[in-house]
């Protein structure tokens, strides 16, 4: 069984509105291991195969514990330039075909491909730097209640939990969040 990582995110005023987010490894920012270097190359290479086989075991463990529900619809988060990470891009298509009945699309975009990368701000600095910059491309579909979102890192969870907000609005009832990695930032969040 391959080891994974659960961590909690909730909004510092809204503590009540939590998601989960599952990921097989941790990443501290600055660490030279060869996962958390991958983790820096996925975002501009496809480095799929990298994580393909730790990821299918991850997911299938969290499907098995009934942590995750299988899904309708498989998103990728935008980064925070607009575009979408070209590793997440392709795990979501590999996992599209092991739902029966799921696909992938790049349903969640970015409103403000402009913004700046939130980089090593304060919790709540980080949290206000994402709301409202994600939006639906279109309506979600009656089949597409059930959606697991890719993204590469975890930090403060702030623009997980605004996709999944998103995403509810739109008319999701279950989102589950899967990422390559947690980051373990002392400089925002300490040990």
Do not use: W
């Not at 503590?15 to 291991?33: C, E, M, N, Q, T």
């Amino acid at each position: 069984m391959v080891h994974y990582e659960e961590e909690s995110a909730s909004y510092p005023e809204s503590p009540y509105f939590i998601i989960k987010v599952y990921a097989p490894k941790f990443y501290l920012k600055g660490h030279r291991d060869e996962y958390s270097e991958k983790i820096l190359e996925s975002k501009k290479i496809d480095l799929s195969e990298y994580f393909r086989e730790i990821m299918i075991s991850m997911i299938n463990n969290l499907v098995t514990e009934n942590k995750i529900d299988s899904p309708n619809l498989i998103v990728i988060a935008p980064n925070s330039h607009g575009g979408y990470s070209p590793t997440l891009r392709s795990l979501g298509k590999l996992f599209a075909t092991k739902f029966r009945g799921c696909k992938f699309e790049e349903v969640v975009i970015s409103i403000d491909p402009q913004r700046k990368n939130v980089g090593s701000q304060d919790l709540n600095s980080r949290f206000n730097k994402v709301k409202g910059h994600f939006s639906l491309s279109r309506p979600l579909l009656n089949s597409e209640k059930k959606i697991l979102v890719f993204d590469d890192t975890k930090v403060s969870g702030g623009s997980l939990l605004e996709i999944e907000k998103v995403l509810k609005d739109g008319g999701a009832e279950k989102v589950n969040h899967i990422c390559l990695s947690i980051s373990r930032n002392k400089d925002i969040f300490p040990l």
